[in-house]
């Protein structure tokens, strides 16, 4: 199914409005004429259910996917995650617990893979630990035996070189990379070669970020990686001042659609729905919970004439975590 582009406006503008405006497509079962956005990839006719795909011409920030991950949980299962998942939060507001979803939505999220080669210069202060042993004796003259802990310090530096891949970054202004990353890690040995009949009858998403956008949020991500791999790689009993550079190569940026299951929860009248991301593929569920204030102030009365406040702080902390 080709898509044909509604001219809007007047002569020269045709090339600028079918960049940004809806676009009519023809079902190739009946033959009704359907209206996509200009993200979409997918569409499903109203009047005969039959679902067909877009064939877009692919452009610098909106090429054709490489690969596609395809759906590996269904919508029960999805729904029994994500409530378990909420039923962990003790936090959570009182009327979220047992809401059901006020709109479900399976969808292929467009995502960049990065992967590349890293040259890193790095330099840090190394510690060795030594112990000292001394031996004394009290005024009623028994001996006491005192062991010290002591570090010496050296000066290190040096060149690490390391392969980077399996970086997802989301292509995708509906979803964010953060919370990409909170339903991540994808199982990316089940990476399948693109075709449209993989995301037929799924709402599959047009990459909305620019390459370039998504390159830097990989390169950034990718760096991050390399400093806590050094992290592990420094000798010694411990380490100080750890700083690097690093270099990418041989980077590599392919096109991939990633299964999303997207709840959104509405469980307050007066206040926006929440919404929780569910892996399509592993199940693995992430999203951001309001915390219900009402709970905390109960949990620190309950305890508050039982312990000190150091202690009260912490326990609060780790409720939050």
């Not at 039959?50 to 610098?60: E, G, I, K, L, M």
Request: proline fraction near 6%.
């Amino acid at each position: 199914m080709k898509g044909e582009g509604v001219f809007l406006g007047g002569p020269g503008e045709m090339e600028a409005v079918q960049a940004a405006t809806q676009i009519e497509v023809s079902c190739e079962s009946c033959g009704a004429k359907i209206v996509l956005e200009p993200r979409q990839r997918t569409a499903r006719c109203p009047y005969c259910d039959s679902p067909s795909v877009v064939d877009r011409q692919a452009t610098t920030d909106r090429p054709d996917p490489v690969f596609v991950v395809g759906f590996a949980v269904d919508r029960k299962r999805a729904a029994r995650r994500m409530r378990k998942w909420i039923g962990r939060k003790k936090l959570a507001p009182p009327g979220l617990k047992g809401k059901t979803a006020t709109r479900v939505t399976g969808i292929y999220v467009p995502a960049y893979l990065y992967s590349a080669t890293s040259a890193t210069v790095y330099s840090a202060t190394i510690g060795e630990d030594y112990y000292v042993t001394e031996v004394s004796r009290d005024s009623k003259g028994r001996t006491r035996v005192r062991r010290t802990r002591k570090t010496e310090h050296c000066n290190l530096s040096g060149a690490h070189a390391n392969y980077v891949g399996d970086v997802v970054v989301t292509a995708s202004q509906g979803i964010a990379n953060h919370e990409l990353e909170a339903i991540e890690p994808f199982d990316l040995s089940g990476l399948r070669r693109y075709t449209p009949a993989m995301v037929s009858g799924w709402i599959s998403e047009e990459p909305s970020l620019t390459r370039e956008e998504c390159q830097h949020l990989a390169r950034s991500e990718s760096t991050n990686s390399v400093g806590r791999l050094l992290h592990g790689f420094m000798p010694g009993d411990s380490h100080l001042d750890l700083r690097h550079a690093t270099t990418l190569h041989d980077e590599s940026l392919d096109l991939a659609l990633l299964p999303v299951w997207v709840f959104a929860i509405r469980y307050d009248e007066r206040k926006p729905p929440i919404r929780i991301l569910v892996n399509g593929q592993t199940g693995k569920v992430g999203g951001r919970i309001p915390t219900s204030w009402a709970k905390v102030l109960k949990i620190a009365a309950a305890v508050l004439g039982v312990l000190s406040l150091p202690v009260l702080i912490a326990l609060l902390v780790a409720l939050f975590r």
